[in-house]
């Protein structure tokens, strides 16, 4: 992947808002939804997009990347020890200029040196030290809305180079953290866990509001004074929307058990939200005949609110 701020089109100084807006811009230029039978090269260029996305709209990795530690693709540039000091691989200066007899790492007093040094001895005989578990790692995913609505697997490459598939549960919310026990460092008592934050990326159409799932749909005049047929999409595919004769602008229409699933697979309901548009452009015709209806037929809806 090329550098994160060029694939989305905005600067290093972008604002978090700023690299919101410019992928959604690009997610609707290239989401395979919109672009069905299209080339590979459109699938790969939302891909490209979506984990440049990942890597800067993430404070912390966009940091690092920042920073120069981490690459285009999260991982670390060279190696960065971890832990604390390293008992026994170096001397270490002692308090009177000299070095230390037990290796330990610099900084430590006498008492803290005599306490490693006869740690343990204040257990009762035969009573085992606790073994201590590895630490804990934690991971970034960036998944698709729908897949985050609907479920599915997900690869992710650990830093042990270890490749899995994750199983990303039904409805899962952003920011919901997965927990997968013994994927993270080793220690004596066994590894610990690797923890996978979820960022559900944000979708061209649709917007969540817990089980709920909203869309407003587009329709013309002719659509909305006659009243007609009109396809929309939904989680799992199109479906056929009746439009009432007479329909305005705001009205909500709902489909049962189009939202969003919850853990035990009972899904929510979808709301479609109607917005009247008018043709691109200056229609002569169009005014022509409304000016003349108009005559006839003025209205104001805004008398009902009081506002004339």
Same mark, same amino acid.
């Given at each position: 992947?090329?550098?994160?701020?060029?694939?989305?089109?905005?600067?290093?100084?972008?604002?978090?808002?700023?690299?919101?807006?410019?992928?959604?811009?690009?997610?609707?230029?290239?989401?395979?939804?919109?672009?069905?039978?299209?080339?590979?090269?459109?699938?790969?260029?939302?891909?490209?997009?979506?984990?440049?996305?990942?890597?800067?709209?993430?404070?912390?990795?966009?940091?690092?990347?920042?920073?120069?530690?981490?690459?285009?693709?999260?991982?670390?540039?060279?190696?960065?020890?971890?832990?604390?000091?390293?008992?026994?691989?170096?001397?270490?200066?002692?308090?009177?200029?000299?070095?230390?007899?037990?290796?330990?790492?610099?900084?430590?007093?006498?008492?803290?040196? %005599?306490? @490693?040094?006869?740690?343990?001895? +204040?257990?009762?005989?035969?009573? $085992?030290?606790?073994?201590? *578990? /590895? !630490?804990?790692?934690?991971?970034?995913?960036?998944?698709?809305?729908?897949?985050?609505?609907?479920?599915?697997?997900?690869?992710?490459?650990?830093?042990?180079?270890?490749?899995?598939?994750?199983?990303?549960?039904?409805?899962?919310?952003?920011?919901?953290?997965?927990?997968?026990?013994?994927?993270?460092?080793?220690?004596?008592?066994?590894?610990?866990?690797?923890?996978?934050?979820?960022?559900?990326?944000?979708?061209?159409?649709?917007?969540?509001?817990?089980?709920?799932?909203?869309?407003?749909?587009?329709?013309?005049?002719?659509?909305?004074? %006659?009243? @007609?047929?009109?396809?929309?999409? +939904?989680?799992?595919?199109?479906? $056929?929307?009746?439009?009432? *004769? /007479? !329909?305005?602008?705001?009205?909500?229409?709902?489909?049962?058990?189009?939202?969003?699933?919850?853990?035990?697979?009972?899904?929510?309901?979808?709301?479609?939200?109607?917005?009247?548009?008018?043709?691109?452009?200056?229609?002569?015709?169009?005014?022509?005949?409304?000016?003349?209806?108009?005559?006839?037929?003025?209205?104001?809806?805004?008398?009902?609110?009081?506002?004339?």
């Amino acid at each position: 992947m090329s550098d994160p701020y060029q694939t989305l089109g905005v600067t290093r100084s972008a604002t978090a808002a700023e690299i919101k807006s410019a992928y959604r811009k690009l997610a609707k230029k290239y989401h395979p939804d919109l672009n069905q039978g299209g080339s590979k090269g459109v699938e790969q260029k939302f891909k490209e997009i979506t984990a440049a996305y990942d890597l800067v709209s993430d404070p912390a990795k966009r940091a690092k990347y920042d920073r120069g530690e981490i690459d285009e693709q999260g991982q670390e540039r060279g190696f960065h020890p971890r832990g604390g000091a390293r008992y026994g691989t170096r001397s270490s200066s002692n308090g009177n200029g000299g070095s230390s007899p037990f290796g330990f790492g610099g900084g430590m007093g006498m008492d803290d040196i %005599l306490s @490693e040094f006869f740690r343990g001895t +204040t257990r009762q005989s035969g009573e $085992a030290a606790p073994a201590e *578990k /590895g !630490a804990d790692v934690a991971y970034t995913m960036t998944v698709p809305f729908v897949e985050a609505c609907l479920g599915g697997t997900k690869r992710l490459t650990l830093d042990s180079k270890k490749t899995i598939d994750v199983t990303i549960p039904a409805g899962t919310e952003d920011g919901h953290k997965l927990r997968l026990r013994g994927l993270g460092h080793a220690g004596v008592g066994g590894s610990g866990a690797a923890i996978i934050e979820i960022k559900v990326a944000p979708h061209p159409f649709f917007r969540r509001e817990g089980n709920a799932l909203h869309l407003d749909v587009p329709i013309s005049l002719p659509e909305a004074l %006659l009243g @007609e047929k009109v396809t929309i999409p +939904t989680l799992d595919g199109s479906v $056929a929307l009746r439009v009432h *004769k /007479g !329909a305005n602008t705001g009205s909500v229409m709902r489909l049962k058990g189009k939202g969003i699933p919850n853990p035990k697979g009972e899904a929510g309901d979808m709301f479609a939200t109607l917005k009247i548009m008018l043709p691109d452009g200056e229609d002569a015709d169009l005014a022509t005949l409304i000016e003349k209806w108009a005559k006839k037929k003025a209205y104001n809806p805004r008398k009902k609110l009081g506002w004339a």
